[in-house]
């Protein structure tokens, strides 16, 4: 029996890291996560609630975390 199988599963989806902005409303976050696979950001709201959660398949960490910081810079709109 393998071992590996339950480390591997811990690792699936892992947070890497995430951007934070004050503002009078709250504070804004984007968690940038790694999936199988594949990055995704979770976009927070200044409440607190989870706005959105964004998938990049075939983007390098680095691309999907400019996108994290760029809309947290208030660059990026997010559609839908």
Known sequence: PSHDKGKRKERTNMK???FVKESPA???R???HEGSGHYYIEYYGPAGDKIKTEKFEGR???QVS???ESWINGIQVLNG
């Open 16 to 18: 890497i890291t995430h």
């Open 26 to 28: 709250g504070t804004y």
């Open 30 to 32: 984007a968690e940038l």
């Open 60 to 62: 390098s960490i680095k």
């Open 66 to 68: 400019d996108i994290a």
